[in-house]
């Protein structure tokens, strides 16, 4: 029987962070009446998260550890998503800036049908805790541009919380070409070109410092991948055969 849920776990330098979210994590699981499995990426790490990783695979059945040598947050997603079993799977930024027990408000019944549902810091009922303005100004200003150039009427793309029927999951990261952070966007734009159901899910949300985000080395690449994606498009790169 595949578990009816996978989470994704994707890790870059990491070890500071890592293992108090994969505690939180199992607790959470094991706890639950149905079965899940955790998957943790790793790639291009400078430090022991690799490490890290194996040592909780190793001692825990329900947790896999993947590595992969180039960096990329979209590279390890990818990998988890196509490797992951479950009905349900789900990326799980690992400072778990949303608490992990919010991962049911994602499943049946709690959630209406959909092929993806996405978290939302934007929508009504959704809560941003200790975010410095700046940080949430420039997200607001990245959003402005994605709703522009990609997927007009989406509030928040980058949220790193959102969860893919398998089926869906299958279907999009096989066609996905964006290694880093953009890649969200480039797997939402192919959702809805191919009119799947996409919901957008409000949750709380916690800011903690330490984001690996560059902002200005990694803005103009995202701003430069809005428009990469709109060109995969034009050349058919997301058509079906
Ligand atoms: N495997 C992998 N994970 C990454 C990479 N870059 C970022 N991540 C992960 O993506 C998640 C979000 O990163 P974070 O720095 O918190 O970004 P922010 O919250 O969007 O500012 C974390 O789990 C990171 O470890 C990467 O190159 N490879
Ligand atoms: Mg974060």
Redesign the pocket.
């Known amino acids: 029987m595949p578990p009816l849920l996978s989470i994704i ?4 330098n ?1 070890e500071t962070r890592l293992p108090q979210s994969v505690d939180a994590i199992l607790e959470f699981v094991q706890a639950q009446p149905y079965e899940s499995e955790i998957i943790i ?4 790490s400078s430090d022991h998260t690799a490490q890290i990783s194996q040592d909780y695979a190793s001692r825990h059945p329900e947790i896999q550890a993947l590595q992969e040598p180039v ?3 979209g590279l ?1 997603v990818r990998r988890g998503m196509l490797a992951a079993k479950g009905d349900y799977r789900f990326i799980c ?3 778990l ?1 949303m608490p992990i027990d919010e991962v049911n408000l994602f499943l049946p019944p709690q959630a209406p049908p959909f092929d993806v549902a996405i978290a939302s810091r934007e929508i009504p009922g959704a809560v941003r805790y200790d975010e410095p303005h700046y940080r949430h100004l420039i997200g607001r200003a990245f959003n402005l541009l994605v709703r522009i150039v990609t997927l007009p009427g989406l509030q928040d793309t ?1 949220c ?1 919380f959102k969860c893919f029927r398998a089926e869906a999951a299958e279907e999009l990261f096989p066609l996905q070409t964006i290694a880093g952070w953009t890649f969200d966007v480039e797997i939402l734009f192919i959702a809805r070109k191919r009119g799947m159901k996409i919901i957008e899910i409000p949750i709380n949300w916690y800011f903690n410092s ?4 560059r902002i200005l080395r990694d803005s103009a690449t995202m701003f430069a991948d809005l428009f990469r994606i709109r060109l995969n498009n034009l050349k058919g790169v997301y058509a079906k055969e």
Do not use: I, L, T
């Open positions: 776990v994707p890790a870059h990491e990426v790793e790639n291009g960096a990329g947050k390890a930024d690992a400072d800036s980058q790193g330490g984001s690996r985000v």
